[in-house]
């Protein structure tokens, strides 16, 4: 019979314990998120993590331990915002990980589009008459703004042909970004260029979209 065991002292915290939110984006648009989390021990096995700052648990002391997962969907507190998401990690003999954190801001929020004119609401490929002008404002902040020929009014982003500019028009999209909330845009369309995003004579519904930093497109 035995007279000796082994047992094995380990009481170091799980190292290099990251946490990243949506692959490290400044914005998101829902608050359905994923936490990516990385660790420099090598075998997880019996590892677990508790999170906190998101829907389920907004304070640590509401969190629970679970089984740690390399990946994880969560939701965001509700209300638009920078978000900070918290994480630890303990090994399977409980050696906890000091917290880490991540931010990411919350914009749901869908801008508004407002256009003054056209000056002339018909035009044709002849000079003198074949350029129509308009203004836009939109009531929020934008990266990105495109006009398009859509095939009703209530069409969304995708739906549209960009307007080209190879026959004159002007200012038919931008992707400068940081334009601020009611920035005043002019827009030159050309009747060459609204027949190549629309070949065919009759009415075009054309509409504006402009897009938030955290990828929200403007519906009306």
Same mark, same amino acid.
């Given at each position: 019979m035995a007279s000796y065991f082994n047992l094995t002292l380990d009481t170091a915290v799980p190292s290099q314990v990251a946490l990243s939110i949506n692959d490290?984006? &400044?914005?998101?648009s829902s608050t359905a998120v994923t936490l990516n989390i990385t660790l420099g021990d090598e075998d997880p096995t019996g590892y677990q993590m508790k999170i906190w700052g998101v829907a389920a648990a907004k304070e640590e002391a509401e969190a629970s331990w679970e089984k740690f997962a390399a990946a994880k969907g969560v939701n965001l507190t509700s209300g638009d915002g920078l978000k *900070?998401?918290? &994480?630890?990690?303990?090994? =399977? !003999?409980?050696?906890? +990980? #000091?917290?880490? +954190? %991540? @931010? #990411? @801001?919350l914009n749901t929020e869908v801008p508004v589009v407002t256009i003054t004119g056209p000056d002339?609401?018909? /035009?044709?490929?002849t000079d003198g008459f074949s350029k129509a002008v308009i203004h $836009? @404002?939109? %009531?929020?902040p $934008?990266?990105?703004?495109?006009?398009? !020929?859509?095939?009703?009014?209530?069409?969304?982003? =995708?739906?549209?042909? +960009? #307007?080209? *500019?190879d026959g004159g028009s002007v200012n038919t999209s931008g992707a400068a970004g940081g334009y601020p909330a009611a920035t005043n845009i002019q827009v030159t369309i050309t009747g060459t260029d609204l027949e190549s995003a629309s070949p065919g004579d009759g009415v075009k519904v /054309?509409?504006? $979209?402009?897009?938030?930093a955290s990828g929200v497109w403007s519906v009306v």
């Open positions: 490290g984006a &400044l914005y998101a *900070t998401v918290y &994480l630890k990690v303990r090994d =399977d !003999v409980g050696n906890e +990980s #000091i917290a880490v +954190s %991540d @931010t #990411i @801001t002339r609401s018909k /035009i044709s490929k $836009f @404002t939109a %009531d929020v $934008f990266e990105e703004y495109k006009v398009c !020929v859509v095939p009703a009014a209530s069409a969304q982003q =995708d739906a549209g042909i +960009s #307007i080209p *500019t /054309i509409k504006v $979209f402009v897009r938030n």
